[in-house]
């Protein structure tokens, strides 16, 4: 079935049917997949909402230790909701990340569905829960779920806005709830921004572009010159006052960890044509497919993931979190491509199993048989495409099972934690690659130790005070040596994950570290090395 768009006779959307149960079942399923491992050792970034919500239950600040964590309060805020005061349970503080990362699944699904078809709908859904990073995001106390999830509200919204019209308090009451879900969103990420750029795009190829089409056919390209020519003087207008000045500070600055992708072009391309090689180089098809089927949430999508995918290509700071709000976007193209796709498979595989195997064969034979090739087919895409493995073993392997350091496996403090504190109690000063995390499991922590972050201080170098905890951050062998020198005794926890990284502990430090102190006995699966100096008795 083709359409030319997705706007009926009477100018409104053809009334698709509702879905409740099967969005519901979508809901269901995806959080039962996500929440298959909230237990999973921390990742460190989710430990700072962790102390922040703490101080906020306490004392309703965002304070961690001496310094404070405001960024996304709001969220903060949610996860508070999550606990009780002192509560150190991070299954608890992941479970609205779960349940939004269920909701984007929903919601994806929901609107391809309404858009091309419950098949389209089911397939783009299920790329989406077995994405290796909405797994990943969706299992951790950070924001990018909810974030994603609020984007992708709003332009279903203005989608529904634009192409099933409405009375004007039905529209005004839409045109609100958009703004809000972008304002909310943009609070929790900046790069909200770029998504807001793609809503824009479709808007304008939905509503401008007629307009101007017809505007030129009436002779009246001068009127449309003007127009073009007061959009360019009002655009210098804003840039000249200077008020995307920090949005361009933000768009072009790399932390000490991205440094070396910040003028790389193509780095999500390359992650695109390893995760999804039987997809990602037939975009342009698969783009021509969708369009065929519904033309408007096509251009959506496209609007979407395309400003998302080339102004985060051009942005300093690259990472796959950060294009993951467009992606949802990119698997409901995906869906509607593979939806529209299969009929034809299916028809190519009844004709073949007929040659092969004669044309008196069973109708029933030839349809099932059929349906087991074209399985075998879509098997073969799942297969062919990396980040369908990974998700499957997401949901199966345990933190000591997982094979790398993608994802999983990190630093189990928990576990190690009886072991460190009494050492940490007797130290004269405290050390660690890991910060946020020695005040979550030890309640203490001195100096940092981390390249990227020395900086981020407010000197930008070594020992100036991190503003998220207020505690000086070091990352070179002299200023080792200066603290060694300064206290009897010290107590070092390093992350084997990032051990001797250039931008978190560097070959100098490491090696310093190594030569000056003694090494304390730790499980090895602990993901930790232990070093200290000085008179610390063991317990």
């Not at 995906?334 to 299916?346: D, K, R, Y």
Request: with cysteine; net charge positive.
């Amino acid at each position: 079935m083709s359409a030319a768009n997705d706007i009926g006779a009477q100018g409104t959307l053809r009334n698709p049917p509702a879905y409740a149960w099967e969005t519901a079942l979508t809901f269901g399923v995806a959080l039962a997949m996500f929440a298959s491992y909230l237990d999973h050792t921390p990742q460190w970034d989710e430990l700072y909402h962790m102390l922040a919500a703490r101080s906020w239950l306490a004392e309703g600040t965002f304070r961690i230790a001496d310094g404070s964590y405001p960024r996304a309060w709001a969220f903060t805020r949610l996860i508070s909701w999550f606990l009780t005061p002192g509560d150190t349970s991070l299954v608890a503080a992941r479970i609205p990340a779960a349940l939004a990362g269920a909701g984007l699944v929903a919601l994806l699904f929901k609107m391809t569905a309404d858009a091309a078809g419950r098949r389209a709908g089911w397939i783009a859904a299920s790329l989406l829960a077995t994405y290796p990073v909405c797994i990943y995001l969706s299992q951790i106390v950070r924001f990018y779920t909810l974030q994603a999830l609020l984007f992708a509200l709003a332009a279903f919204l203005l989608y529904r806005m634009l192409a099933r019209p409405s009375t004007w308090p039905h529209q005004a009451l839409r045109a609100l709830l958009l703004v809000a879900f972008l304002v909310f969103a943009n609070e929790l990420q900046p790069l909200t921004q770029i998504g807001t750029l793609g809503l824009v795009v479709f808007a304008g190829l939905v509503l401008g572009l007629p307009i101007l089409l017809s505007q030129l056919a009436a002779g009246r390209a001068w009127l449309i010159a003007g127009l073009f020519v007061a959009g360019a003087m009002l655009f210098a207008a804003v840039v000249a006052s200077g008020v995307l000045d920090d949005s361009w500070a933000l768009f072009r600055h790399a932390p000490g960890w991205a440094e070396h992708y910040a003028n790389d072009r193509r780095v999500y391309d390359r992650i695109l044509t390893h995760n999804y090689p039987t997809l990602w180089p037939l975009l342009p098809v698969v783009t021509l497919v969708a369009l065929r089927r519904t033309r408007d949430f096509t251009l959506l999508c496209v609007s979407v993931f395309g400003i998302g995918l080339v102004a985060s290509s051009l942005a300093a700071s690259k990472a796959h979190r950060y294009l993951f709000p467009a992606m949802p976007f990119f698997f409901a193209l995906a869906g509607i491509a593979i939806s529209e796709t299969l009929p034809v498979l299916q028809q190519l595989a009844r004709e073949a199993v007929r040659s092969v195997l004669g044309a008196d064969l069973p109708s029933t034979a030839i349809r099932w048989l059929s349906r087991g090739v074209s399985a075998a087919v879509l098997g073969f895409v799942v297969v062919t495409n990396p980040v369908s493995r990974d998700g499957l073993k997401m949901l199966v392997l345990t933190d000591a099972q997982w094979p790398d350091y993608r994802y999983r496996g990190f630093a189990d403090w928990e576990r190690a934690a009886p072991l460190l504190a009494p050492l940490a109690e007797q130290a004269e000063v405290v050390l660690t690659s890991a910060g946020v995390k020695s005040l979550f499991y030890l309640g203490r922590m001195d100096y940092d130790v981390s390249a990227t972050l020395t900086k981020e201080t407010d000197t930008g170098g070594e020992f100036g005070i991190d503003a998220k905890t207020g505690r000086p951050v070091i990352a070179s062998a002299d200023s080792l040596r200066r603290l060694m020198a300064q206290h009897r005794s010290g107590l070092v926890v390093m992350e084997v994950r990032r051990w001797r990284i250039p931008f978190l502990v560097p070959e100098g430090f490491a090696d310093e570290l190594v030569a000056s102190t003694r090494r304390v006995d730790l499980p090895k699966d602990t993901g930790l090395m232990v070093f200290e100096w000085g008179g610390i008795s063991r317990p």
